[in-house]
């Protein structure tokens, strides 16, 4: 594989709910200022002030491409081993979207097709345009960094106060 | 296993019942498990009882008994229609067969697709013994055998199709493609009787209606048995599991399930032929049951496929947690505040 395998991650600490990244989406693959038809979602508890973008994991196992009866649902080794739809081979019988567990495919009822995250061709317009950060685009291996320099950070913390 | 609140992480869009698939799959569902179900029964029919009933069409031979016994490839062949229908771009439908290696509707769109071709072939054969085809050939039983176990696979595939969609718990068990082929099997010789019934084509044979009512009447019971099991086991499954059958049992779709499904389904068409056997067969009565029971049946595929909910993700676990704890501080600055 050609360079470092790189995925989305999402901080929902870090939403404010904007979905500016929804509408980015919506523009750069439709051409439509329609979030309905991004392939990123956020999911709200306004009440409560929760806010969780759903993306695509493009997982290893990816149930979405072991359903498709067409082969549209593919993986791509060459291109960030990202799992991508042919909409010239889709015939919208939406078996992904009921397959994949966190209900990412996205049936467009303009295209009648289905369609899904595609990293917009290495660089994610909602990462771009998300002020907060709280979606991502890193190395595969450094998904777990801030977390663990996070745990750092308190390891030393309780040091220093033990010392104090 | 009383109705319970769901919590407001777990009633987000991505954890209600999936709405991909609903009525039009599941007349799809139900017409191939119907066609394929009464095939079976239909071919056993002519196997051990013989009936025949020859009339002359334009000189031709026509049997009118085949004619009513062997119609299941036609509705498989319609409910093939309603599964084009569902697809958002139809005219691509025979893509659909690309990728049989790991995708289940692409084996079925090829078991299907044999089914209907071998089923109507025999079809032809059996309503037009014409001496050209030499009907009595060892070959045509050889290929009745096979039209057997496409149909049986028809039956058990519209199950399987399900099953494997591993995210939901409720359709992910070996009890949903039993339950469907018992139903195919109890849907399907109620249709061969209904499609005989009042022609006197199988009353004249010596006790096969008789012995196709009780036949229907044992696939409905072990078919209550096999829901019975399906429910009780899905619920103790997973969280999901057990939201897709409250939901079943005690929510939204308690209509559905209680109405359409037990009582159409089970209760009524039972009672029902139940009287008719102490009046010596009155025919109204076998219909109105036997129709009843089709219903049931549709209404059973629509309530598996309405009540599907995905499996929870851990994230969703974790805002639940979340939820909880906001909730909760929230709630004591609220009540410190009055």
């Known amino acids: ?164 | 296993m009383a109705a319970e609140t769901i919590h407001p992480v777990r009633n987000v869009r991505y954890l209600r019942p999936q709405e991909e698939w609903n009525e039009i799959p599941a007349i799809y569902l139900y017409l191939a498990g119907m066609g394929a179900g009464s095939y079976v029964i239909g071919v056993f029919l002519n196997w051990f009882v013989h009936p025949s009933q020859v009339i002359s069409i334009l000189g031709l031979p026509f049997d009118l008994t085949k004619a009513a016994i062997f119609w299941g490839p036609v509705l498989v062949a319609l409910g093939a229609q309603f599964l084009i229908l569902d697809l958002g771009i139809k005219k691509r439908f025979l893509y659909a067969c690309l990728n049989p290696r790991t995708s289940w509707v692409a084996r079925g769109f090829l078991i299907l697709s044999i089914f209907i071709l071998l089923g109507l072939l025999l079809l032809v054969k059996s309503i037009f013994p014409l001496e050209g085809l030499y009907p009595k050939s060892f070959l045509w039983y050889v290929a009745e055998l096979i039209a057997i176990f496409f149909a049986l696979a028809t039956a058990l595939y519209t199950g399987i199709l399900l099953k494997a969609t591993k995210s939901i718990p409720l359709w992910n068990t070996h009890l949903l493609p039993l339950l469907f082929l018992v139903s195919a099997l109890s849907t399907g010789s109620m249709a061969i009787i209904l499609s005989t019934l009042g022609s006197g084509v199988l009353a004249t044979t010596s006790g096969a209606l008789k012995a196709l009512m009780r036949a229907e009447q044992i696939f409905v019971v072990i078919e209550g048995v096999v829901l019975y099991l399906f429910l009780s086991r899905r619920y103790k499954a997973a969280e999901q599991g057990k939201d897709s059958v409250r939901l079943l049992l005690f929510g939204e779709k308690k209509l559905l399930f209680w109405g359409g499904i037990v009582l159409l389904g089970f209760v009524f068409p039972m009672i029902l032929e139940g009287i008719a056997s102490f009046s010596h067969g009155n025919v109204p009565l076998i219909f109105t049951a036997g129709l009843l029971l089709l219903l049931g049946g549709f209404f059973l595929r629509l309530g598996v496929l309405r009540a599907g909910i995905k499996d929870q993700l851990p994230m969703l676990r974790l805002m639940e947690i979340e939820y909880d704890n906001l909730v909760a501080r929230w709630g004591s600055l609220y009540q410190k505040k009055k």
Not at chain 1, 121 to 133: A, H, M, N, W
Request: with cysteine; proline share 5%.
């Open chain 1, 1 to 164: 594989m050609e360079g470092q395998q790189k995925v989305l991650v999402v901080d929902h600490q870090k939403c404010t709910g904007c979905r500016l990244c929804e509408l980015v989406c919506s523009v750069y693959h439709t051409g439509a200022s329609n979030p309905s038809r991004a392939r990123i979602k956020v999911v709200k508890w306004e009440h409560v002030g929760i806010y969780l973008p759903m993306i695509c994991n493009h997982c290893e196992k990816a149930y979405c491409v072991e359903v498709c009866p067409t082969k549209a649902c593919h993986r791509e080794p060459e291109n960030n081993n990202r799992v991508v739809i042919d909409r010239n081979l889709c015939i919208g019988c939406r078996t992904c979207i009921i397959a994949c567990p966190f209900g990412h495919p996205f049936f467009d009822l303009q295209e009648r097709v289905t369609v899904k995250c595609d990293f917009c061709d290495g660089d994610p317009k909602c990462v771009v345009f998300c002020e907060p950060k709280a979606v991502t685009y890193v190395d595969a291996d450094m998904v777990q960094m801030p977390k663990k320099r996070d745990a750092a950070n308190k390891f030393i913390a309780s040091i220093k106060q033990v010392r104090e």
